[in-house]
């Protein structure tokens, strides 16, 4: 039996931010779509970050010690990225997620951003696959 891969299960409608992106803005852009994190994306077209609620979290508290908030997405994106490619199975999908604490990757095809998957999606994969 020929296993799903993670391009079988990836989302492919993502929020994007841009490095330059004021961090305020792209506080109220998560918030507002209701996601714990996006990838950043630049000029090129290349993912070069993700900025996730716990790096919202800080640039929140430096808000309140400065009385205001400052900076841009790179100033608080985490920049070591792991990535999954759409070509790989969702058996080994599943090994990254049990042998990481991330709750998503960003889908890669040939070194571009095509999808996010996330430890849900290929939980539900999986499952279905073997009922």
Same mark, same amino acid.
């Given at each position: 039996?020929?296993?799903?891969?993670?391009?079988?299960?990836? @989302? $492919? !409608?993502?929020?994007?931010?841009?490095?330059?992106?004021?961090?305020?803005?792209?506080?109220?852009?998560?918030?507002?779509?209701?996601?714990?994190?996006? +990838?950043?994306?630049? *000029?090129? *077209?290349?993912?070069? *970050?993700?900025? &996730?609620? %716990?790096? +919202?979290?800080?640039?929140?508290?430096?808000?309140?010690?400065?009385?205001?908030? *400052?900076?841009?997405?790179?100033?608080?994106? &985490?920049?070591?990225?792991?990535?999954?490619?759409?070509?790989? !199975?969702?058996?080994?999908? +599943?090994? @990254?997620?049990?042998?990481?604490?991330? @709750? %998503?990757?960003?889908?890669?095809?040939?070194? %571009?951003?095509?999808?996010?998957i996330s430890r849900t999606d290929v939980l539900?994969?999986? &499952? @279905?696959?073997? $009922?």
């Open positions: 039996m020929k296993l799903d891969t993670v391009a079988d299960h990836m @989302r $492919t !409608d993502l929020i994007t931010l841009t490095p330059d992106m004021e961090i305020v803005r792209a506080v109220s852009v998560l918030m507002q779509n209701g996601v714990s994190g996006a +990838c950043v994306i630049d *000029g090129a *077209g290349d993912l070069v *970050g993700v900025l &996730s609620k %716990r790096d +919202c979290l800080k640039a929140a508290l430096n808000a309140s010690y400065y009385k205001q908030w *400052g900076g841009s997405v790179a100033d608080y994106m &985490s920049t070591e990225l792991e990535t999954l490619d759409a070509g790989i !199975d969702i058996v080994e999908a +599943c090994e @990254r997620f049990v042998a990481s604490s991330y @709750r %998503r990757f960003p889908v890669t095809r040939h070194g %571009r951003l095509v999808g996010q539900n994969a999986l &499952s @279905r696959q073997w $009922t």
